[in-house]
Each structure stands twice: as structure tokens, then as C-alpha cells.
């Protein structure tokens, strides 16, 4: 086994298929790995001749997938609560018809710590350890998090109109910078981010003021770009450009900058994405739901861009399942080439794991199974008939299992969810809490309580 041993580590998690998604992509059959102080250890094939590490507990996977947690680059946690509020309709009528009223309605501090610990709870129960959010009230986004016990990029929203907890629009940078200093070294699970929601609602004065804030604090900058082509010609009518070379042109593209949907790029914009070391965060389902389009993820890679997956909010997907959205994106990159090799698994699962990680800095602790990294763990259950049989793990997490596969989940070294009950929340009377709102927002809708 070749584990040298002078002192007591804290969990041994052994007897299972270890998906390391390190650099080389190892995987470990029969594979142990060795925890301490919420660090990796040790990974190990397991030798029968040879003792488990001595530790506080020993946890037998029984054969399944340990895998790294899964990382959801994009989503709007509190959006929860508007979950298939109102579905089959195109971006803008969407989103002024009736997320934006909707959210004028009902988003306050409760609703926001409400929605953002219900989404919370569903991420770890299908075995996201990492989230990047963007949304208003992130302090009470903030909040939820560290209840949960989920690892967390929480973004405060910037747009230049006034916004829930943000009256003032001129206020909307220095309330972001705000949020970001009461947050910054508060928690090491939680790194505050700043958040313009697009070029099209924020001018080139905030989108500047915002990024220059986000550098100087050493912050992830996260903006949606490019998700519908209205958005592509509006910006070149508004500013002779794409939205891709505009950003670009207002110098807020750089390593610490994470596009979002990116759907309608040319060649010209991939590159100067490529250029620049920004990231892109892919939001297939909900590019799908809305109609947005494709986004070509594949000419991304051969540019050397860092893709991660996300979710987005569950009112335009409309849920959190990020090993669904794996599938999902898996085969519309095959059907949109119309080549069946485009992003295999292994590249698909890279995704949520080290690119992943990555696309939000943080690959330095998280996104694979190594020694001295965080011990952000998922064990994927395999005594199951549609998990059999086995023959390449990587396979089966993005062609065959779904969230409701993840047995155990680990974030920092602590169990967040064991044998797929939550650990960290009080899921029943948080449900309750969720149906009570629910029935209010259903009755100014006009809705029928089906909850
Ligand atoms: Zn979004």
C-alpha cells in the first residue's frame, strides 16, 4: 500500500472505484483514500497482504464511485422558489414578464435565505460540494451556504436599475465591494465574488467600476455574455461590436473573469476569449429551455479555453442535477457536430471536476482527488440494476447516473450527506417553510396550491 504512518489521520474511505480527475485522469480500482484535517492524505490500491491506515473511521464505500464533489459553475441559488413558476417562453418575455416581476414581488431577505438553503440542500444531495453563485441579498445567499455546509462562490448582482436590497443603482458597485469585504477570510468555504448580471443591463461605467473593484480584491468577476443572438445584435448596434469584443475593449476580461452561457461567439470572440485566460461556464439546459442556442464548447477547448458546467437558477433549467446536465451536454455537443466521439465522458467529467474548478480559481484546493487537497468527496452508489454493469466509471457518471445515485458526500473533510439523508439542514421543516411561501406566490399568480 505504501502508506507510511506515525500518527492517527481522521477517515479512511476504502473499497471503491476511485475517479481521481487529476491531470492524467487516474483511476483507481479497488482504491483507498486517507483524510485529515478536512486534507487528502493518501491515495492507495488496496494490497489484501497489507492494513488499512489507522484512523478515527473507516468508512467502506462497498464499490462505488469516489469521485471529487462536483462543481456547478453557474446558478442562481435563491431562484428556487420560482421553480416552473412560468416555463415555455423566450428569454425576454421570461425574464420581464414574470421573473423580474416575480422577483419584484417576493424576493427579501427570508425569501433569499429560503430559496438559497433549498437550493443548497438539493446541490448536496446530488453531490455538488462547490457552487459559483450570482444573485441580490448575497449576504443572505452568504448565510445559507455556511449553514448547508456546501463550499460556495457567492456573488453579489449588480445591474444599473434598483434591486432587491440595492434601492439606489448608483449604489450597486460599492454595495458589491461591501458584500465582498464583510465576507472576504470570514469562512474558507465561501469566497465572495462580484456579479454583473450582463453588458446589457449594467453601463460600461459599472461593468468598468465593478471589474476594476473585482481585481483589486483579487475576486472572481462573473457577467452572462452572448446567451441569445437579440443580445449579439443589440450590442453591435449599440456599440459597433460584439458583446465578447466590448467587454474586452472596457478591459474586464481577464484569468479572474467567468463568462457565463457565452452561446453566440465567432471565431474572433474565441479568441480573444483564449487571448485573455478568461473562463466560460456552459449552461446547456437552460440555453436549451430558453431556446438560446448551442454553445460551440468544443471550438472552446481546441482554443485552450477553461469550460466548466452549471446549472443556471432552477427557473430557466429547473433543477440543480448536475450529473444530468453531464448527459445533457454530452450529447448536444454529439448531435451538434454530428459526430458521435465529441465530448466524451472523460472530457465531460472534467468539466465538473478540476476544469471546473479551475474556471472559478480554485483548482489550487479543489476539483480532483490529490494529496493535499481539500477533501471534497462523492461516492456514487453502484449496487443498483441500471449500474450494471461496470466497466468504465467515467461512462457511467455521464451516460447512466443521476443525482439521486450519490450515496455520501464530503465537503472539507466533514459528511454532508450519508446514505442520501442531509446532514447539515433540517430538510422537513425547511420544505414546509419552502410550501408555505409557495402557496403565497401561487395565489398572486392565480395558480392552483399544488404543493
Ligand atoms: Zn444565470
Known sequence: MGVEQTYMIDSVIHNGLIVTADPSFRIIENGGIGICDGKIVSLWKTDHEQPLPQAHEIFDAQGGIIMPGLINAHTHLPMSIFRGLSD?????????EHIFPAEAAFISPQSVELGARLSCAELLLNGVTTCCDGYFLADNVAQAVIDSGIRAVVGQGVVDFPAPGVADPSQNVSSAVSFTRRWKNKNSLLQPSIFCHAPYTCSAETLKAAKKAADRHDLLFQIHVCET????????KDHGCSPVQYLHQLGLLNCKTLLVHAVWLDEDDIQIIADCASSIAHCPESNMKLASGIAPVEDFLCAGITVGLGTDGCASNNDLDLLAELDVAAKLHKI????????NAATAVKMVTLEGAKALGLAQSIGSLEPGKCADVVIVDTLQPHLKPLFHPESHLVYTAKGSDVRHVMVDGKWVVRDGKLLTLDLPSLLENVNRLAETIAERNGLAKCC
Not at 88 to 93: A, G, K, N
Not at 229 to 236: G, L, M, N, P, T
Open 229 to 236: 443572438r437579440a443580445e449579439v445584435i443589440q450590442c453591435k
Open 88 to 96: 415555455d417562453l423566450p428569454l425576454h418575455e421570461w425574464l420581464h
Open 336 to 343: 451538434r457536430q454530428m459526430d458521435p466521439t465529441a465530448l
